[in-house]
């Protein structure tokens, strides 16, 4: 068993991605900073921080919806192996400034869920390579639909760079696992 990326939640199924936490939300109309951070592990000044920055959008009467966890989940998976001004970036990228969905191409609920499958359809299949990375992608977004020419390609791209960084966070914690099993012995 593993967690849902981003989160310390423990799951058998990462592809469920965002659907795992959609009913509560909806059901709780939204959820307190206090349960966020307990979902996510996160200390409330570094979120508060984040929504400060413009990374994150405020919550609407104290209550964070899916859009708001969504992006707090991908920074939080991404950011071991990225610089917080690049995740900042690559979310920009897709959908433009937090607060304003407007121009989003793809909701972050939307886009953390494929994440989860293309991170998933990686591990399963043990593709590590950018080149058999962006075929995953490509083949995960198949199905969507662009709401302007070249919102597909922007996504495409933005979605490899974040598989590439989530698969080197991995890595990276299986080296630092092993380092401590070498320093043990």
Known sequence: MQNLPGTVLPTEDITQGFGVLHPSIRATNGLT???VCTITGLEQSTIQNWIKRGWVAHPENK???????????????LR??????????????????????????????????????VADTCEKNEIIRSEEIRRTVADTLEDYTEPYPGAKEKLTLALTAMTLAFIASEIRKDAEQLFEEIVGQ
């Open 63 to 77: 209550r964070y919806g899916e859009y708001q966890l969504a992006r707090i989940m991908i920074i939080n998976m």
């Open 80 to 117: 071991s192996s990225l610089q917080l001004d690049n995740i900042a970036y690559l979310l920009r990228f897709v959908n433009g400034e937090a607060d304003d969905r407007r121009d989003d191409i793809i909701p972050d609920s939307v886009l953390y869920t494929r994440l989860c499958v």
């Open 33 to 35: 900073l206090a349960q």
